[in-house]
């Protein structure tokens, strides 16, 4: 597995770990609908939670939550549509980010809960 690809699985492991231990239900880890995809789907008490991760190396460019750009964000909203109207779920949805950043031999992550609201258009 490319290095990337292997510190990308670990920051959604590490994330996955986090809701987790926040008492999140993981309902799903990497959904697909058609060419998109939703990193985690999870609940949490009456919500659906959509959780986009972003794991970087180094924070030399950006912070990894800076890179769900708005054109990001449409594409997750997408899939959380379909997600919601495949899976029948009633429960309003928020739209979470975890930032995994890796720091030496550890990781520092940051859960940011209700990072965006969903676009209009």
Do not use: C
Not at 63 to 82: C, F, L, S, Y
């Amino acid at each position: 597995m490319a290095e990337h690809n292997l510190l990308g699985k670990t920051g959604e492991d590490l994330a996955v770990d986090l809701l987790q231990s926040k008492g999140y239900e993981i309902l799903a880890r990497n959904w697909h609908s058609g060419h998109k995809e939703l990193d985690i789907v999870a609940r949490n008490r009456n919500w659906l939670v959509i959780a986009e991760v972003k794991t970087r190396s180094s924070e030399d460019y950006l912070e990894p939550w800076q890179a769900v750009t708005p054109q990001k964000i449409r594409r997750i909203v997408q899939a959380a549509h379909h997600y919601v109207r495949q899976t029948g779920t009633d429960l309003p949805v928020r739209f979470d980010i975890i930032s995994v950043l890796r720091q030496g031999e550890g990781f520092r992550t940051e859960h940011i809960e209700d990072a965006y609201p969903p676009p209009l258009t």
